[in-house]
C-alpha cells in the first residue's frame, strides 16, 4: 500500500515533464534543440524552420517545455536563445517513477 502511494506521488511529481514530452510538436522541438551541438541555442525562428509551426505555435509549446524545466533560454540584447537545460530533476523524478513501476510490477 506504502508503495502505491509512493507511486501516486511521483505520477503527481511527474505530470508536468509527461505532459510536456507526450506531445509530438514538443517532441520534434526537443529533437531540433538536440542538434544544436554547439550548444550556443535555437531561436524560434530556427524551431519555426524545424517544425513548420508559427511563432506563437512555437511559443506556447516552448512555454510548456520551460514550466516543466525541459527547456530553458538566455537572452543575448533583444533575441533569445532556447536550449535544453542542464538541470537534471525533471529526468530524476522519471527515473524514480519508472524505477517504483518498476519494482511493483516485479512484486506481482
Known sequence: MKDLMKLKQDFSDC???L???GDEKRQAIIIRLLEDKACKGVR???L???TQLSRPAISHHLKILKD????TY???GTKNYYYLTH???AINQLKSM????TELLGKE
Open 15 to 17: 505530470s508536468q515533464i
Open 19 to 21: 505532459v510536456a514530452l
Open 44 to 46: 524560434v525562428c530556427d
Open 48 to 50: 519555426t524552420e524545424a
Open 68 to 71: 516543466a524545466e525541459i527547456v
Open 74 to 76: 538566455k537572452s543575448v
Open 87 to 89: 538541470e537534471i530533476t
Open 98 to 101: 519508472l524505477e517504483n513501476v
